[in-house]
Nanobody, 131 residues
Framework: QVQLQESGPGLVKPSQTLSLTCTVS??????????WSWIRQPPGKGLEWIGY???????WYNLSLKNRTSISRDTSKNQFSVRLDSVTPEDTAVYYC???????????????????????WGQGTQVTVAS
């Protein structure tokens, strides 16, 4: 049974970088053909897909976040991570990592998502951007 767990700071100051890590157990992030995503949900809003890193180390990002997002992985630790630069209070959200089974083939990708599009999910971690 694959399980995901997010970790990282719960408070980030404006203009700084948000960094989160997802630790995967019960399976490998190099297992074919999975796509390891970061997703967030701002307060009172719907789910927003941030991007993914694939089993083969390719990445794809939400166009609206692409210029300040980076997703990477550490296969020795079976972890993948997200960095979001120059954060503002609008980046306050619950951040989730999740596994998907479908790659992006063009933009926009995952423009509207639901929880059933990914399985499993991590429990989520609250990140607040405030001074």
């Amino acid at each position: 049974q694959v399980q995901l767990q997010e970790s990282g700071p719960g408070l980030v100051k404006p203009s700084q970088t948000l960094s989160l890590t997802c630790t995967v157990s019960g399976g490998s992030i190099t297992d074919k053909y999975y796509y390891w995503s970061w997703i967030r949900q701002p307060p009172g809003k719907g789910l927003e897909w941030i991007g993914y890193i694939s089993y083969s180390d390719t990445t794809w990002y939400n166009l609206s976040l692409k210029n300040r997002t980076s997703i990477s992985r550490d296969t020795s630790k079976n972890q993948f991570s997200v960095r979001l630069d120059s954060v503002t209070p609008e980046d306050t959200a619950v951040y989730y990592c999740a596994r998907g089974a479908f790659p992006c083939s063009g933009d926009p990708c995952y423009a509207a998502i639901s929880r059933s599009d990914f399985d499993p999910w991590g429990q989520g971690t609250q990140v607040t951007v405030a001074s």
